[in-house]
């Protein structure tokens, strides 16, 4: 059974460093046909890709936050980890994993989520 | 404003067929599949749709997809009290190397 969970803190103040943890079960960080994403939504507002990472560590970032993030994995421990410098208040969301799962015929898609996790930011 | 566009709302009755479009670009809809999300309230995202129209095993046949050129379609016949929710379509960005969503539709079963 595939599971991803988020860990993280529910409240962080303004310019602080958000880290969140995604641990997944049922599957290999290590399978070349799996990565992990993270992905946000604000509170009433649109889903929002952040990062993903792939089982080599290769990684990519969105280019509008690009500076601001960091991801990177444990294969030992079956963890995600991404890291969001500077928080501000326009950052409150709540901040999903999800797995995404290679397919020869349909490439890359997203096909597991985890429960999220809501993260405010506030003074 | 998301990369993809969704009609905000959508609506229709028990039993009815309803569509739910998602309109993209060259760079993203045009040149990759599409994928579409149920997201019911206060819950995560759910995969209902990949490759523009394949069903993950356990969702009902009742939900399908399609895609045409730049835009893409999920069609929901036979609608039931429990279809009410949020819907979200994503596919990749070549020109951002990133994924990218809609803005999502919020579907009321009157």
């Known amino acids: 059974q595939v599971t991803l969970k988020e860990s993280g803190p529910v409240l962080v103040k303004p310019t602080e460093t958000l880290t969140l943890t995604c641990t997944v079960s049922g599957f290999s960080l290590s399978s070349a046909r799996m990565a992990v994403s993270w992905i946000r939504q604000p509170p009433g507002k649109a889903l929002e890709w952040l990062a993903h990472?792939?089982?080599?560590?290769?990684?990519s970032h969105s280019t509008s936050l690009n500076s601001r993030l960091t991801i990177s994995k444990d294969a030992s421990k079956s963890q995600v980890v991404l890291t969001m410098i500077n928080m501000d208040p326009v950052d409150t969301a709540t901040y999903y994993c999800?797995?995404?799962?290679?397919?020869?015929?349909?490439?890359?898609?997203?096909?597991?989520w985890g429960q999220g996790t809501l993260v405010t930011v506030s003074s | 404003q998301s990369v993809l566009t969704q009609p905000p709302s959508a609506s229709g009755t028990p039993g009815q067929r309803v569509t739910i479009s998602c309109s993209g670009s060259?760079?993203?809809?045009?040149?990759?599949?599409v994928s579409w999300f149920l997201q019911l309230p206060g819950t995560a995202p759910k995969l209902l749709i990949y490759r523009n129209n394949q069903r993950p095993s356990g969702v009902p046949d009742r939900f399908s997809g399609s895609k045409s050129g730049t835009s893409a379609s999920l069609a929901i016949s036979g609608l039931r009290s429990e279809d009410e929710a949020d819907y979200h379509c994503a596919t990749w960005e070549d020109s951002l190397s990133g994924w990218v969503f809609g803005g999502g539709t919020k579907l009321t079963v009157l």
């Open positions: 999800a797995r995404m799962f290679w397919d020869y015929s349909s490439g890359w898609f997203f096909d597991y």
């Open positions: 060259s760079s993203n809809i045009g040149s990759n599949s």
């Open positions: 990472i792939f089982s080599n560590a290769e990684y």
